[in-house]
């Protein structure tokens, strides 16, 4: 007979950087790379994919730390989404 616990249900988080006409690619880029990790390229080419096609996925986790990030960027003046997907 097997005995496996129950697993809590943790929501996956993902963040979503919206165009908008407020902040430059400079700005843009340092506070991708202060709060989501990015390196300078990664975070170029995030600001770029956002100005090209209106919206880029930029970061996603477990549990807290993407809904701190979230806030983090939203204070910072960034136009972003959280999206929520259950994970397993």
Do not use: W
């Not at 908008?20 to 690619?25: L, V």
């Not at 990790?37 to 930029?58: P, V």
């Not at 806030?71 to 972003?80: D, F």
Request: charged share 25%.
């Amino acid at each position: 007979m097997s005995t496996k616990k129950k697993q809590k249900r943790r929501k996956r988080y993902h963040i979503y950087l919206l165009n908008d006409e407020q902040n430059s690619f400079e700005y843009v880029n340092k506070v991708l790379m202060s709060f989501c990790g990015h390196n300078y390229y990664q975070a170029e080419q995030c600001a770029m994919i956002t100005h090209n096609t209106g919206k880029a996925h930029i970061y996603s986790g477990l549990g807290v730390h993407p809904l701190l990030v979230y806030e983090a960027l939203i204070k910072h003046g960034l136009n972003v989404e959280l999206k929520t997907k259950k994970y397993e």
